[in-house]
């Protein structure tokens, strides 16, 4: 008998609907923990940006490679690289991407799910992603 992984673990190579048109945002693997904690790894590359969005539960965003940026709505975007953590707090309206130069891979880590995963928002506008 051919032995399969439990349902809870996927490897999935996809393009998220919510990023910036003709920019790659790729979901590498992700995983949950106990019915209630997801983790993924994502990969996008030079100038990509996800939509604004915010989580129910918060977020924990991990940089593992890269350059990119990060903002919540109403602050300034921060430049981030590999070994910072952000912490979104619970339905906090942000967006993160890439930067102009440089491609980011990074973990990002939601609790609770069982509140509920992600709701996405407008597009990024090239304004804000340049600001």
């Known amino acids: 008998m051919k ?3 439990p349902p809870y673990f ?3 190579k996809k393009d998220l609907p919510n990023s910036s048109p003709g920019m790659c945002i790729r979901i590498v693997w992700w995983k ?3 019915s209630t904690l997801l983790w993924q790894a ?9 939509n604004w969005h915010s989580h129910p ?3 924990i965003l991990v940089v593992i490679d890269g350059v990119g940026y990060h903002q919540f709505e109403g602050e300034p975007r921060e430049t981030i690289k590999k070994g910072d953590v952000i912490k979104c707090p619970p339905n906090t309206k942000h967006w993160r991407g890439a930067s102009t130069d440089t ?3 990074h973990i990002y880590i939601l609790p609770n799910t069982e509140k509920g995963i992600v709701e996405w928002l407008e ?3 090239d304004e804000q ?3």
């Not at 994502?42 to 996800?50: A, F, W």
Request: proline share 3%; charged share 25%; glycine share 10%.
């Open 103 to 105: 491609g980011m891979s």
């Open 42 to 50: 994502t990969c996008i590359s030079n100038r990509g940006r996800s």
């Open 123 to 125: 597009p990024v506008t």
């Open 10 to 12: 996927l490897k999935v």
């Open 32 to 34: 949950t923990i106990r």
């Open 3 to 5: 032995r399969r992984k």
């Open 57 to 59: 539960a918060g977020q």
């Open 129 to 131: 992603y340049s600001n």
